[in-house]
């Protein structure tokens, strides 16, 4: 058996409140998404750019975090070659394909309908998963938008006016929240990238929990200056674009970092008590542990955030 991998992509569009997905037709009347084999030297996302412009003509913008793969076998001249094809999801702002000579045709079309013509059933999945990432995208990117625009509407702002927006996979199972972005994080528009950051890294390596599977966010969202503490009001506004994240992302596990997360998801929650210990919810399972600003002050709060984290990775390998 020759084993063989593909990379290409779901390309969709957002026009009048719907996602629809481009479907190529080969010239034997079946439809395909955009895809090919990866050629040496190639990393897989390499190759499911070069295939969409090559196929396309569209140079569509990748959305990170979403990589799924599919396998299924054939027959190539009485060889049997099983076939591992990896597809991405990238957004199109033009609905205007050029396709190859490969091709006859294209259509934009429902996810519904993509199940239909594609008619594979090992397509299905992945087409349902591309379509709820897309929607999360789409849902996150309107949000950040929003929250982006809460300065111009706050008389006598306090905070930095830029928004860091949360990072990582919008189907992470695990989210973590901090206090506040620092002045690293103001600067680079990135959660979690300065002092505090590192040690995250390592709080994160030491319990075998992979920041890039993480989604990270904060109660605040906007650098308070000289790394105050946020007032109540701050905490107080930017709570419902906390609320929706939790919303669009659903993550089984959130690990607060410090006492204002905690005191937001949890107000009566005193953190002495509550570090390392795991709350169960309805809706997700809260573990909360010291901010690392804290924990490179003290060294007992980090021999403490040391000990939360490796307690929630033993819980996070038993659950997720
Ligand atoms: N501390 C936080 O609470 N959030 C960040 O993004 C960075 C540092």
Known sequence: MIRETSSGAFIFRYSKGKISFLLLQRKNGSWDLPKGHVERGETLEETAMREIFEETGLRPKIVSGFSISTSYKFKREGKLIDKKVI???AESSTAKVKVSEEHSGYKWVSPD?????????????PISKAHIYACKYLNIKKLNFAYALLPKHIKNWGLSKRLVPGEGPLDAQVMIIGQAPGRS???LLR??????????DNLLFRSSIDRDKV????AVQFF???NRIPTKEEIKLCYPFLQDQLKIIR?????????IPLGVLFPKGKLA?????SISSPEYTLLASYHPAAALRFKKILKIAESDFESFGKILCNRQ
Not at 215 to 218: G, N, P
Not at 251 to 257: A, E
Not at 273 to 277: A, P, R, T, V
């Open 113 to 125: 309908k993509a199940k239909s013509l594609i008619g594979h059933k090992n397509m299905i999945t």
């Open 215 to 218: 989604y990270i966010t904060s």
């Open 251 to 259: 993550p089984k596990f959130i690990i607060t970092l410090g006492r």
């Open 273 to 277: 008590l509550l570090h390392g210990k």
């Open 87 to 89: 597809f991405f999801l």
């Open 185 to 187: 994080e103001d600067k």
């Open 224 to 226: 308070p200056p000289d």
């Open 191 to 200: 959660p979690f990238i300065g002092r505090s950051g590192k040690l995250l």
